[in-house]
Every structure is written in structure tokens, then in C-alpha cells.
Nanobody, 124 residues
């Protein structure tokens, strides 16, 4: 089993920045991809960003490209999401996800474990 704990969410004004963290623990020995998803009220969960095992490749949703940056520190089993130029439409619960693969993953069913989520609220 793998446990994921997100942190760093909060309330920020439009144009501001937040940095989310997700720490993995448990049986994390091996290569794994990480991703971030989000779910706004009344909407389905959507893909935000993903990063491969060695951190050499990333992929973003068009809605966040150029504003968000995903990164990871494998020594700490932690993935980050730096969010800049935040907009009210970025308001959502953000979830990190863990997949037993070395490559990128962009869809929910391809992930094996999920965190509990952290709320991000962007005021206008």
C-alpha cells in the first residue's frame, strides 16, 4: 500500500501563487509516475499535470500550461505543483495520484493510489 498526503492548499487572490506538496509513504520502492488532478464543485475530476519517474518529462492540461509547474524530489518521495498566475477558475480540490509506471499518465483510471485532496480557492 501507498499513502499520499497533500498540503499547501489555501485561499489566494487572483494573480497569486501557491505551492502544493504531496508526500508518498509506504511501499514506494520502484519506479512510479505522479500526477495532479482537480475537481471543482459540480464538475468531474480533471487532469492537471503529470511527471515521469526520473523527472525528465512532464505534461500539462492546456488550461494550466505556462502557469503551473510539476516537479519531484525522489529522495523525499515528494511531488510538487507550483501554481502561478492563479485564476478564480482554478478553484477546486486538488488531488495527487501515484501510478506504478515510469512514464507519464494523464487519465484517472491509470493511477493506483490517490491522496485525500487539498482545497485551493482563488478569489477575484
Amino acid at each position: 500500500q501507498v499513502q499520499l498526503v497533500e498540503s499547501g492548499g489555501g485561499l489566494v487572490q487572483a494573480g497569486g501563487s501557491l505551492r502544493l506538496s504531496c508526500a508518498a509513504s509506504g511501499r514506494t520502492f520502484g519506479s512510479y509516475a505522479m500526477g495532479w488532478f482537480r475537481q471543482a464543485p459540480g464538475k468531474e475530476r480533471e487532469f492537471v499535470a503529470t511527471i515521469n519517474w526520473i523527472g525528465s518529462s512532464t505534461y500539462y492540461a492546456d488550461s494550466v500550461k505556462g502557469r503551473f509547474t510539476i516537479s519531484r524530489d525522489n529522495a523525499k518521495n515528494t511531488v510538487y505543483l507550483q501554481m502561478n498566475s492563479l485564476k478564480p477558475e482554478d478553484t477546486a480540490v486538488y488531488y495527487c495520484a501515484f501510478a506504478w509506471t515510469s512514464g507519464l499518465r494523464t487519465t484517472s483510471p491509470t493511477y493506483d493510489y490517490w491522496g485525500q485532496g487539498t482545497q485551493v480557492t482563488v478569489s477575484s
